[in-house]
């Protein structure tokens, strides 16, 4: 049982470099800007759909505001 404690603690110290040395800089600037451009037109589009939903809403029950026809 020594020897495989042994083998294990040696193998894990000549690998320490290699799993704790990675790097990982994340996204970069430029994904990050494109993905909140998207995120608000996605914002913005459904501010608009909702704007019209509610406007047709009220033009069908009468509330005189502005149907299609």
Do not use: K
Not at 5 to 27: H, P, Q
Not at 32 to 47: D, E, F, P, Q, R
Request: hydrophobic letters at 40%; zero cysteines.
């Amino acid at each position: 049982m020594q020897r495989i404690t042994a083998y294990l603690s040696s193998l894990l110290l000549s690998r320490r470099d290699d799993l704790f040395s990675r790097r990982d800089d994340g996204y970069s600037t430029e994904t990050v800007i494109i993905t909140a451009v998207l995120v608000g037109l996605a914002v913005a589009l459904g501010g608009a759909i909702a704007g019209r939903v509610n406007l047709e809403m009220a033009g069908i029950s009468g509330g005189g505001g502005g149907g299609g026809e």
